[in-house]
C-alpha cells in the first residue's frame, strides 16, 4: 500500500512539473488561433482582384488601338499578364496553407472540447508540414528553419492518447514557442508582399496605386474625351472601378494592419503562457483582433458585391 502511494505521490508531482493552463488563458488562445484561421483567406484575394483590374485596363488600352493584330496582340498580353498575377496569388496562398495548417491544429489544441488521439496523426503531421515549409522557403524571401515541421508534431505528440489538462498544457507550451517563428516569418513576408519596404519595389500597393492613376487616366483619353463619351453608362463605370481601385486598397492596408496584429498577439501569447498573468488585458487584445478580421471581412463584401 505505501508503494503504490508513493507511485500515485510521483505521477502527481511529474504532473504538476508542467503548470496547467488556465480555462481562461486556453480561451484567448482559442479566440486566436479562429480569428487567425479566418484571416487566412483574405490576402490572396487582394492579388487575384487587382489580377482582375489589371486585365481590364489592359482590354481598355487595347479598345483604342485600330490594327486588328494589334487588338489580338494586346488581348493575348492581358491574358498572360492575367495568368501570370493569379499564379502569384496560387504561389501567395502556399505561406498561407502553412500558416492556416498551423492556426487551425492551435485552435484545435486549446479546444476544451477536443478529445481524440493526436498521437496517430503526429508522423503524417510532421511530414506534411516538413513538405510545405520545403515548398515555401523554395519561394520566400525570408526563410523558414527547415526543422519547424518536426517541432510543431513533436509539440503535438505531447498529447498522447489521454487528453488530460498538463499533457494539454504543456503541449501548447511547446506548439505555440515552436509556432512563434513561422507566424512572425511569414507574415513578414505577407507584409513586405503587400506593403513593400526601404529595399522593395513592386509591392501590391504600388501596383494598386499606380493601377488606379493609369485607368483614370487612360478612361479619360479613351472614352470621355471622345465624341458622346460623357454619358451616364460611361461615367458610371468610370465611377464604379475607380471605387473598386479604393475598396482594394483598403482590404489590403487592412490586410496589412491585421497581420502585424497577428504577429505581435502570438509574441504575446508565447510570453503569457510562461506567466500567471492577469488575462483582461489579453482578452482585450484577442477582441481587437476580432474586430481587426471582421473589418477585413467588410472590405472584401464591399470589394466583390
Known amino acids: 500500500?505505501?508503494?503504490?502511494?508513493?507511485?500515485?505521490?510521483?505521477?502527481?508531482?511529474?504532473?504538476?512539473?508542467?503548470?496547467?493552463?488556465s480555462d481562461s488563458q486556453l480561451k484567448n488562445i482559442n479566440v486566436y488561433a479562429t480569428a487567425a484561421t479566418s484571416y487566412s483567406n483574405y490576402p490572396g484575394e487582394v492579388i487575384r482582384y487587382y489580377a482582375k483590374l489589371n486585365q481590364d485596363n489592359r482590354i481598355l488600352k487595347t479598345s483604342n488601338l485600330?490594327?486588328?493584330?494589334?487588338?489580338?496582340?494586346?488581348?493575348?498580353?492581358?491574358?498572360?499578364?492575367?495568368?501570370?498575377?493569379?499564379?502569384?496569388?496560387?504561389?501567395?496562398?502556399?505561406?498561407?496553407?502553412?500558416?492556416r495548417q498551423y492556426a487551425?491544429?492551435?485552435?484545435?489544441?486549446?479546444?476544451?472540447?477536443?478529445?481524440?488521439?493526436?498521437?496517430?496523426?503526429?508522423t503524417a503531421l510532421g511530414e506534411n508540414n516538413t513538405s510545405l515549409v520545403k515548398q515555401y522557403n523554395a519561394k520566400a524571401g525570408k526563410k523558414l528553419p527547415d526543422e519547424i515541421g518536426t517541432k510543431l508534431s513533436d509539440a503535438v505528440f505531447i498529447a498522447g492518447k489521454r487528453w488530460i489538462k498538463s499533457r494539454q498544457s504543456k503541449a501548447l507550451k511547446e506548439f505555440i514557442p515552436a509556432g512563434n517563428v513561422l507566424i512572425?516569418?511569414?507574415?513578414?513576408?505577407?507584409?513586405?508582399?503587400?506593403?513593400?519596404?526601404?529595399?522593395?519595389?513592386?509591392?501590391?500597393?504600388?501596383?494598386?496605386?499606380?493601377?488606379?492613376?493609369?485607368?483614370?487616366?487612360?478612361?479619360?483619353?479613351i472614352v470621355l474625351t471622345k465624341p458622346g463619351g460623357i454619358n451616364y453608362p460611361s461615367l458610371k463605370v468610370y465611377y464604379e472601378?475607380?471605387?473598386?481601385?479604393?475598396?482594394?486598397?483598403?482590404?489590403?492596408?487592412?490586410?496589412?494592419?491585421?497581420a502585424k496584429k497577428i504577429k505581435t498577439e502570438h509574441e504575446k501569447l508565447t510570453q503569457?503562457?510562461?506567466?500567471?498573468?492577469?488575462?483582461?488585458?489579453?482578452?482585450?487584445?484577442?477582441?481587437?483582433?476580432?474586430?481587426?478580421?471582421?473589418?477585413?471581412?467588410n472590405a472584401y463584401q464591399t470589394l466583390v458585391n
Not at 472601378?241 to 491585421?258: G, N, P, Y
Open 66 to 99: 485600330k490594327d486588328i493584330d494589334a487588338v489580338n496582340a494586346g488581348l493575348d498580353s492581358a491574358r498572360k499578364n492575367y495568368n501570370f498575377r493569379i499564379n502569384l496569388a496560387a504561389d501567395f496562398d502556399l505561406s498561407l496553407q502553412l500558416f
Open 1 to 21: 500500500m505505501k508503494n503504490q502511494y508513493l507511485i500515485y505521490l510521483f505521477i502527481l508531482i511529474a504532473l504538476s512539473g508542467c503548470s496547467v493552463l
Open 184 to 221: 512572425g516569418t511569414i507574415t513578414d513576408n505577407l507584409v513586405t508582399t503587400l506593403e513593400g519596404d526601404a529595399t522593395s519595389s513592386g509591392s501590391v500597393r504600388e501596383l494598386i496605386s499606380f493601377g488606379k492613376s493609369d485607368f483614370k487616366d487612360q478612361y479619360q483619353i
Open 272 to 297: 503569457d503562457i510562461q506567466s500567471k498573468k492577469k488575462l483582461k488585458e489579453i482578452f482585450s487584445e484577442s477582441a481587437d483582433l476580432i474586430t481587426d478580421v471582421r473589418k477585413l471581412k
Open 104 to 122: 487551425a491544429l492551435l485552435a484545435k489544441l486549446s479546444s476544451p472540447d477536443y478529445i481524440t488521439d493526436l498521437n496517430t496523426n503526429s
Open 241 to 258: 472601378t475607380l471605387a473598386r481601385f479604393d475598396s482594394l486598397e483598403a482590404m489590403r492596408t487592412q490586410c496589412v494592419l491585421t
